[in-house]
């Protein structure tokens, strides 16, 4: 059993900057993927980022310019969010993938607005 809780959503204006964290516990070590989605109201959860234990990265095309996902620790990955649009506007969701699971946490609202 894997949990997952992100934190560090909030309210922040077009141009800005958000870092979000999340944090997994439990069988942490048969992780082998952690990735961020997020789903806007009425759309289909993207995939926005993930990092792999080995250390490849993906970023999708609509935030590769402006985002970056990273390991904090061994059980901490964070997603730093640079110049922040109104159509980032979601809730963003930690991700965890080991061999036979994969594992979501809550979720954390990221508005973006004047």
């Known amino acids: 059993q894997v949990q997952l809780v992100e934190s560090g959503g909030g309210l922040v204006q077009p141009g800005g900057s958000l870092r979000l964290s999340c944090a997994a516990s439990?069988?942490?070590?048969?992780?082998?993927?952690m990735a961020w989605y997020r789903q806007a109201p009425g759309k289909q959860r993207e995939l926005v980022a993930s990092?792999?234990?080995?250390?490849?990265t993906h970023l999708s095309d609509s935030v590769k310019d402006r985002f970056t996902i990273s390991r904090e620790n061994s059980n901490t990955v964070a997603l730093a969010m640079n110049s922040l649009k109104s159509e980032d506007t979601a809730v963003y969701y930690c991700?965890?993938?080991?061999?036979?699971?994969?594992?979501w946490g809550q979720g954390t609202q990221v508005t973006v607005s004047s």
């Open positions: 991700n965890a993938q080991t061999p036979s699971y994969e594992y």
């Open positions: 439990g069988s942490t070590a048969d992780i082998n993927i």
């Open positions: 990092i792999h234990r080995i250390g490849f």
